[in-house]
């Protein structure tokens, strides 16, 4: 009886201590996104110091200071700023990867602008980082860089997370692509059918 009783404490203290040992990524996951929504907004709001705030130390390095991502950003969202009041962006968390020490991610963002009356689709992607477990972020939008400087601009990035180049579409361009998807899916729909 007494083995029976030492055994069933040893297995409820290892099922408990394995359990706190998993990490949240439901919780790190809702961090990220929570980080990302600020960053965004801060973006809207054309808040440039509270931006630069959110960004990684390796960023804001790359740009010389603060006051250089800041201005570097500002500069290139010009480009994107909607003649019109738009709809708030859509944030899509894509990956969520760990080493080490470390938390990392890439959220999709997506989000629209008018310029000169039409409309424009811009997808871009925010890299994130943690270093507390995914409690707090920083990050970063390619958007306003190229995926092929990252590594220098983001050292820390870990190597086997996939991240794709920004677009910006307009109205015709994305239901052209969106044609062609439909196409390609009914082709392929035809060959699993044979």
């Not at 390095?61 to 991502?69: A, H, L």
């Not at 080490?100 to 991610?105: I, N």
């Not at 390609?184 to 729909?189: E, F, H, K, L, N």
Request: charged share 20%.
């Amino acid at each position: 009886m007494k083995i029976r009783t030492a055994l069933s404490v040893c297995l409820i203290l290892m099922a408990a201590t394995a359990s706190y040992a998993q990490p949240d990524t439901a919780k790190i996951s809702q961090n990220a996104l929570s980080f990302a929504d600020s960053l965004v907004k801060a973006d809207a709001y054309g808040n440039w110091s509270s931006y630069a705030d959110l960004a990684p130390l390796s960023v804001i390095k790359y740009y010389g200071g603060k006051d250089g991502f800041a201005q570097h950003v500002a500069a290139g969202r010009r480009r994107t700023t909607s003649e019109i009041e738009e709809a708030a962006p859509e944030l899509k968390l894509l990956t969520l990867e760990t080493l080490k020490d470390q938390w990392q991610c890439v959220i999709r963002l997506s989000r629209y602008f008018h310029k000169e009356g039409m409309q424009y689709h811009v997808v871009t992607y925010l890299i994130g980082q943690s270093l507390d477990e995914g409690e707090n972020w920083k990050l970063f939008d390619i958007s306003y860089n190229s995926v092929a400087n990252i590594i220098y601009i983001f050292p820390d990035i870990l190597g086997d997370i996939a991240i794709k180049e920004p677009v910006v579409l307009s109205q015709e361009q994305e239901d052209k692509l969106a044609q062609q998807q439909a196409a390609a899916a009914a082709q392929t729909g035809k060959k699993k059918n044979k």
